[in-house]
């Protein structure tokens, strides 16, 4: 092989390698925007969660604390050690109820009141099917 064909292979190779780490390069950049970071009450409290950046909290709601009705929903979110309040500016789930597990999704303000854009209701793991009455003349 001579001396040019080799340098043009080296160049070739060394094209690819570059072609390479930029698109591994923009993969990662995606990633990075793409994540949602999931955030305790304790760790919001503590000053580790972002200000003005979208993130999740995950917790149960706290008893006693949905607002009335009719207004825009206000609760709060409790991981058993600290609170956060939180609110929503939408209808909510139906299986959301107090003392239950729920995920929101939303923005910190400066004031420390969670501004939901999205809420998740978790659900007991349990299924229990609705037993229907037995027809009338059937056979067991």
């Not at 001396?3 to 690819?16: D, Y």
């Not at 994540?35 to 999740?56: C, H, M, N, V």
């Not at 400066?110 to 056979?139: C, I, N, Q, W």
């Amino acid at each position: 092989m001579n001396t040019r064909a080799r340098r043009e292979k080296t160049f070739l190779i060394l094209g690819g390698v570059c072609v390479l780490a930029l698109i591994v390069a923009l993969v990662f950049s995606a990633f990075r925007n793409n994540l949602l970071y999931f955030f305790s009450p304790s760790q919001i409290a503590a000053g580790e969660a972002p200000i003005d950046k979208t993130f999740r909290v995950s917790g149960h709601v706290r008893k006693a604390s949905i607002q009335p009705p009719g207004k825009t929903p206000r609760f709060e979110i409790t991981d058993g050690e600290k609170s956060l309040a939180v609110v929503y500016d939408g209808r909510l789930p139906d299986l959301f109820i107090e003392g239950r597990g729920a995920v929101v999704q939303g923005r910190l303000d400066a004031r420390g009141v969670f501004l939901a854009s999205e809420v998740l209701a978790k659900h007991d793991e349990h299924y229990m099917p609705t037993e229907k009455p037995a027809k009338a003349g059937a056979r067991h």
